[in-house]
């Protein structure tokens, strides 16, 4: 396996991304091997950027582009594994058309196309989850745990039935402090948090522990959308946690 950090929550911490290259190096120190996406505006940036993990030491999952066609082809061109799910949606029927259509496109390229389930989005739930796999059947999973959890999924269930179609996971921990609120305040009923840390009966370790048993070897990356201190002193607690997991 690979340990990366999902950086949305250190963006969002610091106000963007300013120096690449620190931020490797910073995120190497603490015991990752690089971050889930290169974020790329051409070819020669992406390119430039690819070389520059190289340099340090680092690799990445994916890379994004400013559009879902140029983003699938240079993740197949710097030999990556997957790009997220990246269509309009509306109904959850469109939704699932439209995945399955981008998927069966990106496979021209050789690369997957995984489904990131999100409180907010077409894919929240459990039952809304396994519907998309069943009725997806090209798509993969890029599975987050803490926003299954957080709204009463069973992540282990997900985990120990679906581990084969798992591409990669973002493991994250959620603290609820309103759980009244429903579903469509969910950045009102909690905030998420270090690996460990939550109050929601969320294993990650668990969850870990059962797709490794069943072979998954794929990018692990830990994400953590909000910071309240410096977001290394937190991914390195969460690395922590993982490494008394045997990780």
């Not at 710097?78 to 058309?97: I, N, T």
């Not at 009923?189 to 870990?208: H, M, P, T």
């Not at 794929?218 to 008394?244: C, F, M, N, T």
């Amino acid at each position: 396996m690979k340990f990366g950090v999902a950086d949305y929550g250190m963006n969002v911490y610091e106000g963007g991304l300013f120096d690449i290259e620190q931020r490797l190096e910073d995120l190497k120190k603490i015991g990752y091997d690089g971050t889930e996406r290169l974020e790329a505006v051409s070819p020669s940036d992406a390119i430039q950027k690819a070389a520059l993990y190289r340099r340090c030491g680092a690799d990445f999952a994916t890379c994004r582009g400013p559009s879902v066609q140029t983003g699938t082809e240079w993740t197949a061109a710097l030999g990556k594994e997957y790009v997220w799910v990246q269509v309009g949606g509306g109904s959850f029927d469109a939704f699932c058309r439209q995945a399955s259509t981008q998927a069966q496109l990106a496979k021209r390229w050789g690369i997957k196309v995984a489904l990131h389930n999100h409180m907010g989005s077409a894919v929240e739930t459990q039952q809304q989850l396994e519907e998309f796999l069943k009725r997806c059947a090209d798509c993969w999973l890029l599975f987050d745990t803490a926003h299954l959890a957080a709204t009463s999924g069973d992540c282990l269930a997900i985990a120990e039935k679906y581990a084969d179609r798992i591409v990669a996971l973002h493991l994250k921990d959620w603290i609820m402090t309103k759980p009244e609120l429903g579903l469509d305040k969910w950045p009102q009923r909690g905030r998420f948090c270090e690996l460990g840390a939550g109050n929601i009966g969320l294993d990650n370790a668990a969850v870990l522990k059962t797709v490794a048993k069943k072979g998954f070897d794929g990018w692990v990356h830990v994400e953590q959308d909000s910071h309240l201190q410096d977001p290394i002193k937190d991914l390195a607690v969460s690395r922590k946690y993982l490494r008394d997991a045997g990780f």
